[in-house]
């Protein structure tokens, strides 16, 4: 297990910026897939991005694809969202969440079952 902690939410207007940090403890870390989801509400939680455990590989929802970015820094136990051009559609409480490397395939173990430890969730809200 990791725990994770998840900062940098705010409020944000239309086609503006903001950039997640998720520190995570641990001296496995490297050895996590990383992710981010998010949750609007009423709606089920829904994958984002997430990188391989080198961070070589990424992978991204079409909703943000372009927009979004996913890094990672091994040495530092951190993950980070940038995301630009934000939408008001993109409203939501973000996690940072983790899982072995044997769940699957990064582009097709998305769902949030597949990650087995989750930030406490960090509030983004997007005004139009």
């Known amino acids: 297990q990791v725990q994770l902690v998840e900062s940098g939410g705010g409020l944000v207007q239309a086609g503006g910026s903001l950039r997640l940090s998720c520190a995570a403890s641990g001296r496995t870390f490297s050895s996590y897939v990383m992710g981010w989801f998010r949750q609007a509400p009423g709606m089920e939680r829904e994958f984002v991005t997430a990188?391989?455990?080198?961070?070589?590989?990424?992978n991204y929802a079409d909703s943000v694809k372009g927009r979004f970015t996913i890094s990672r820094d091994n040495a530092k136990n951190t993950v980070w969202l940038q995301m630009n051009s934000l939408k008001p559609e993109d409203t939501a409480v973000y996690y940072c969440?983790?899982?072995?490397?044997?769940?699957?395939?990064?582009?097709?173990?998305?769902?949030?079952?597949?990650?087995?430890?989750w930030g406490q969730g960090t509030q983004v809200t997007v005004s139009s």
């Open positions: 990188i391989s455990w080198r961070g070589l590989t990424t």
């Open positions: 969440a983790a899982r072995g490397r044997s769940i699957g395939l990064l582009r097709t173990a998305t769902s949030p079952a597949d990650f087995g430890s």
